[in-house]
């Protein structure tokens, strides 16, 4: 469903990603692992579109998506969730508004069918009685719950989470990883995930790739990383 | 000599940004990208936000001018045309400057700190990402609220100039109430509210320009939001004051 090959990205002069290629299938999950500043995030807002590499590819569905306007790609968008770091919803919005605000604007739903869509995804985050309070009225994880519940209101097919547990005790960011996992199952969707958290990217991935200095070292299953002899690897996962 | 070589770059760059951030907003107008319900309810906030301290200061001002009028116009013995001078100083000049001053401060200062917060906190980037254009969702109704709230602020100041500059007239200076507003009818031809209200239009502009794109483009945290919206408020004003002498040399050159 994702298939990036040798994007390349410099921003000011310094090189952000060097040669960067994988794929991603349907319903798997690729934790990409890195310090900070070594790309993750300018990765991600190439596979939302969001930056333009200087070379590459990247297909969502086999369209190659560097090659889309910004109309096309606001079209695009519409089958792709992104789940922000701090959750980026709407705070003049309450969570229900937040949530029925893509139905609204891309579906003929009316309001008793967004009512019902949005009732059903704030269950399965368990906000279901949030859904009249606003965003400052709700911790860093409820946050991160709406916010991946508003990725996936339009049934995304691509799921792409940027540093979903940072911000968050060990409690909470074993719930959002496990809940993500189970979302991603739930809709087959090929999920990316960007984060530092190694203990997390070891339980819901099904494989991770870490980038050092905008390349990618390696990339494979945990047990692969695991037994990888790469010293890197080792001091990093360690 | 660096330093400042990088410092004139840097001031290209940012007219650059701003003067394709017009044209994009314009673009998405002429589209007819235009949020009715959005622009109605930026209107309201934006208007009822700044309405009532545009009418207190535009009431003293009237009462001001006409306060100094008496005493200046008693010297020369023509105290009867006070009500001259506060309708074609308030609809010629004061009104629509110091509404657009007052509207850069209120309404102007809440858009870029509103679109300052969203774009470090994400939100204009999600906006993005949900597949919807944050140009037409959340620039160009406030970009159009401008335009629509403030000709309407001006007019409320002129009426409300004209009451304050009524009051002193009739009640300190003793002029009769039936005079003082036929005075002020006689006084005023189309050409006085038209030179002045025109301008107000090229202010709605600028302030709505300036201060949406300075919200839309704020880096930096909490600090930057702070720090953007002051420039976006004192770059208004400058600019208000500026165009307002270009524009009063060409209506006079045309219409006198």
Redesign the interface.
């Known amino acids: 469903m994702i298939h990036v090959s040798h994007l390349v990205k410099t921003i000011q002069g310094q090189m952000i990603l060097d040669d960067i290629s994988f794929d991603v299938a349907r319903a798997e999950i690729l934790v990409v692992l890195g310090e900070s500043g070594a790309g993750k995030s300018v990765l991600l807002k190439h596979l939302?579109g969001?930056l333009k590499p200087d070379k590459g590819v990247i297909e969502i569905e086999g369209r190659d998506i560097t090659k889309l306007s910004?109309e096309e790609l606001?079209?695009?968008?519409?089958q792709?969730?992104?789940l922000?770091?701090?959750g980026?919803?709407?705070?003049f919005m309450n969570v229900f508004d937040n949530l029925a605000?893509?139905l609204r604007?891309?579906t003929s739903f009316d309001s008793r069918m967004i009512a019902i869509k949005v009732e059903e995804i704030l269950k399965m985050v368990g906000l279901e009685a949030a859904k009249h309070k606003y965003p400052s009225e709700l911790s860093g994880g409820m946050r991160k719950r709406v916010g991946l519940a508003?990725a996936m209101i339009m049934d995304a097919k691509i799921l792409l989470c940027d540093e979903p547990t940072s911000g968050l005790d060990p409690i909470r960011s074993r719930d959002i990883s496990d809940l993500i996992r189970q979302v991603s199952r739930r809709y087959q969707c090929a999920t990316v995930i960007t984060s530092h958290d190694i203990d997390n990217a070891f339980r819901i991935a099904d494989r991770i790739a870490i980038i050092q200095q905008g390349k990618i070292v390696i990339i494979g299953t945990p047990q692969a990383l695991k037994s990888s002899e790469n010293h890197f690897v080792q001091e990093f996962i360690s | 000599m660096k330093q400042i070589t990088n410092r004139f770059f840097l001031v290209v760059s940012q007219m650059g940004d701003a003067i394709y951030f017009l044209m994009d907003v314009l673009r998405n107008i002429f589209k007819g990208r235009v949020r009715f319900n959005e622009v109605l309810k930026q209107s309201y906030e934006q208007g009822w936000q700044s309405a009532v301290i545009v009418a207190l200061t535009s009431f003293a001002s009237g009462a001001v001018l006409a306060l100094q009028g008496h005493v200046v116009l008693s010297r020369l013995g023509a105290k009867e045309y006070i009500a001259q001078l506060v309708a074609l100083s308030l609809l010629r000049e004061m009104s629509p400057v110091f509404t657009a001053i007052i509207f850069s401060a209120k309404a102007g200062a809440r858009i870029t700190a509103e679109l300052g917060?969203?774009s470090v906190?994400?939100?204009i980037?999600?906006t993005?990402?949900?597949?919807?254009?944050p140009m037409e969702f959340l620039v160009v109704p406030r970009f159009l609220a401008c335009f629509l709230v403030l000709p309407i602020l001006t007019l409320i100041s002129e009426i409300v100039g004209i009451l304050g500059g009524y009051f002193i007239g009739v009640y300190q200076a003793n002029i009769p109430g039936v005079f003082y507003i036929n005075q002020t009818i006689n006084a005023v031809r189309f050409v006085d509210f038209f030179s002045g209200f025109i301008k107000v239009f090229f202010f709605a502009i600028l302030i709505g320009w300036i201060c949406c794109s300075r919200g839309f483009t704020t880096k930096g945290g909490s600090l930057g939001v702070g720090k953007y919206t002051t420039e976006a408020v004192a770059q208004s004003i400058i600019l208000v004051i500026i165009f307002n002498t270009i524009l009063t040399k060409i209506i006079l050159t045309f219409w006198g």
Do not use: C, K, S
């Not at chain 1, 980026?88 to 705070?91: H, M, N, R, S």
């Open positions: 939302i969001l910004e606001l079209r695009q968008r519409q792709m969730g992104y922000f770091q701090e980026a919803l709407y705070d605000f893509p604007e891309h508003r | 917060t969203m906190n994400d939100q980037l999600a993005r990402t949900m597949g919807v254009d």
